[in-house]
């Protein structure tokens, strides 16, 4: 139903009702209509005026006016928009901007750095150049070295020394500066030990060939040079010793073609020397070194074992005494064993090989108890010493029972006795 009939009804009621109020109020009641206004001549007695009773106007009832109940509006389902799917925008490729080449900030130019030169070669020394045109040096001052012993095959010289010589020994003071043969990479720096001796090596290419020359016996190898240091020829790289075998101080000169040792290959220190217009031998103070020997003869410093090869582990043949004579062909040295030959007291002789450390090229003696050294060849005699047995000595004579000797520092005289070949 609509609201607006309902409203209009609701008017016209309203409007009656305002009428009716309105008509009331201007019609006089018949009370009021008797009353007349008194004239002034006569004084009327007050009459008793009825107060008219309000007439009691119905109230109309408001009209119960339905209130329309409201119409259910349906309310309308959202409809479902389809939430447009994005359209794939293709991103434009960005352009590809040429990135200016920074433009190159003139360097200045270098100013040419010098070549270091070579430090000089102290002038005392005698150097040459090789037909190559290699600077090469004598690595002792001339005139101030001893030749004691060449290159080549020799008679062992100490304990633990070789049977082939390799080098060329020159004997000066101890403490002799070395230099330098030629330039070249330090490829050993050994120090002696195990009575081995200290030794440093140097790599060089002299007129395309690689040479390693050694120098040997130092007490400090490392003094001056450490492993793939650079040197330069004339270089004062290393001091006179004698570590190791040696009889007294001396540099002890290699020089190996390829190699160290090994597959390399040695050669003659003197003669390359001299190929290289370095004559050693004349420059030296003095020549003392013996021929290369054609035989050596040694003796057993104890009891020593007569094998069938040059092992521990091969057959003896037999056990020859301290100071028996040992006949040997020099050159031949396999795993420290030498070869020799022995001859019996039946006059037999026996060939083998036996260990070169317990050797010697002199006869040895040794105390076989304690003794007293005397001052002559009698008890009687004054008491020099008293020396305990096993002492090393060496035998000077003999006389009757006594044999002169020199002992622990000491000269005199001990009973025969005493007295024992080897050490």
Partial sequence: MSPRPATRAVLRIGAATGAGVLLASLLLSPAQAATSTPSPTSTAKPTATATPKPTATATPKPTATATPKPTATATPKPTATATPKPTATASPKPTATATPKPTATPKPTPKPTAT???PAIPKKLTQAKTAGGTTVVLPLVAKSYTITSAYGARCIPVRGGSTFHYGLDQAVADGTPIYAVASGTVSSVVPPRNGAAGYVSVRSVIDGQVTYIGYVHMWNPGKYVKLGQKVSVGQHIADVGSSGPATGPHLHLE???NAFYGWGTAVDPAKWL???????ISLAKAYRAAAAPTRCTYYPTYGLRLR????TSDKILTTVRANTTLANKPGVKVNR???VTVTTASGKKISGWVSSDYIS???????????????????ASARVATVSAGRQLTLLGKSGKWSHVRVAGYTGWVPTTSVRGGL
Avoid: E
């Fill in 308 to 311: 069938t090869g040059p092992s």
């Fill in 361 to 379: 090229q002199y006869k040895t003696y040794s105390l076989a108890k304690k003794a007293t050294v005397r001052a002559r060849a009698t008890s």
């Fill in 337 to 339: 064993f030498i070869p």
């Fill in 274 to 280: 001299a190929a290289q217009h370095l004559p050693v």
């Fill in 255 to 257: 020089v190996w073609k």
């Fill in 116 to 118: 270091p030169k070579p």
